[in-house]
């Protein structure tokens, strides 16, 4: 009867395992990790290894993985994490918002004519984070009372609110001046106080792991291995010194990057661990039994709108700072949009709604990045850096395909 039982455990094939494996709370962060790292070799070690081979040591593609061009890197992902990290939240609905890099655009020349006009930046900044809510709620009001499909309500969004950018900003163009708009960017954390920040994130993740365990000890269910559970710990401790000590060695750990964690870290413990975030997932899984177990579905979409019109204002407002400027190119007239919801599915999370991770986002947004950095090291043409960028699209969206057709009985 053992041998029964155990003999198709054993003739498990590959697909099986990894369909397995996604499943489990680490599945879609180990891909992404490991096409990070990979990246990260190519343009760090293996193009440098290739230059010296060729007697071409000097070249400037050796820099990849210097404090400057990781700064850099960081720097340049921020605006593209924080519209993906939004985007996350209705990706989990099994919607999408098409909207979100021109909703950013929006609030950034907002930012840009209140600050003109006279307003405090501070109180500048609060109002447009306001009306970047208002902007994502009436979307999702429109999706989730009057029942059209998200992806053209968010169509018409993009469009809309192309053109009222246009509106606000005639020339095309405007400079950010406001000492408190362009200090979010510029202002540095001390070195010391750096690495302050970055122990308390490690031991702040050590505690949350000890207390799911702890909880699934009390619930009588399956306790992670005591090496799983303090490997995961080692390895976001080394990650995160290493990231901070790279910072360091170049200016230092910058608050913008501070602001996008913490705020990535509260829409993290939102998903995962309130009654809201639990809705989202199952709502993204099947909204029929959402509504019948007595979850607020329609409320629930205007509130993740609402989320990704928050999120795509505060990545205005990083863009604004960090370019000391609005201009519509690039926000609404660029790829930011696409490289946004490229971040999230290459994170993992699903287009069928029900599965993924705000976390994630940042690691794709990372790896967008990162593509886009390495290529421009190269000499890559802008046409070859859309294509890579596009093929890398397709086989996240094609493994998560794969990795759902045998739960979803082939569908």
Known sequence: MTGQTMQPEAQLSFLDRFRAMRETRFGAFVPVLLALAAIWAYFGLALPFY????????????????????YNLFMQSAVIATLAVGITIVLL?????????????VCA?????????????????????????????????????????SFVVTLAGLLGYQGLMQKILPTGNLNVGDEFVRGIARVLIPDLWGLAIGLICVAAFATLNLRKQAQRKARGLELDAPLALWGQVIVFSGLVITIILTLNAYRSLPLLLVLLVGITALLGWI???????????????????????GMKVKRIRVAAFGIVGLMAA????????????????????????????????????????GRGSVW?????????????????????????????????????????????????GGR
Not at 51 to 70: C, K, Q, T, V, Y
Not at 335 to 352: M, P, Q, R, W
């Open 51 to 70: 230059d010296l081979l060729s007697g071409e040591a000097e070249s400037f593609r050796s820099i990849f993985l210097s404090p400057r061009n990781i």
């Open 93 to 105: 609905l099994g919607d999408i918002d098409l909207s979100a890099a021109a909703t950013a655009g």
């Open 109 to 149: 020349a907002l930012l840009g004519v209140l600050v003109l006009a006279g307003v405090p930046g501070w109180l500048a900044c609060v109002m447009v984070m306001a009306a970047g809510i208002v902007m994502g709620a009436a979307q999702g009001l429109l999706v989730a009372y009057v029942g059209i499909p």
């Open 271 to 293: 998903t995962t661990s309130t009654p809201f975030g639990r809705s989202l997932f199952a709502v993204g899984g099947n909204p029929e039994s959402a509504r019948r177990v």
């Open 314 to 353: 505060i990545g205005g407002i990083f863009g604004a700072s960090r370019f000391g400027s609005v201009s519509y190119t690039a926000f609404a007239g660029g790829s930011l949009l696409l490289e946004a919801i490229g971040a999230a599915v290459i994170g993992g999370t699903s287009l069928f709604g």
């Open 360 to 408: 994630n986002a940042i690691l794709g947004a990372l790896v967008i990045g990162s593509l886009g950095n390495g290529l421009d090291l190269t000499g890559a043409s802008a046409a070859d850096k859309l294509m890579v960028s596009g093929a890398i699209l397709l086989l996240a969206v094609a493994i998560d395909a794969v990795s759902r057709s045998g739960s979803n």
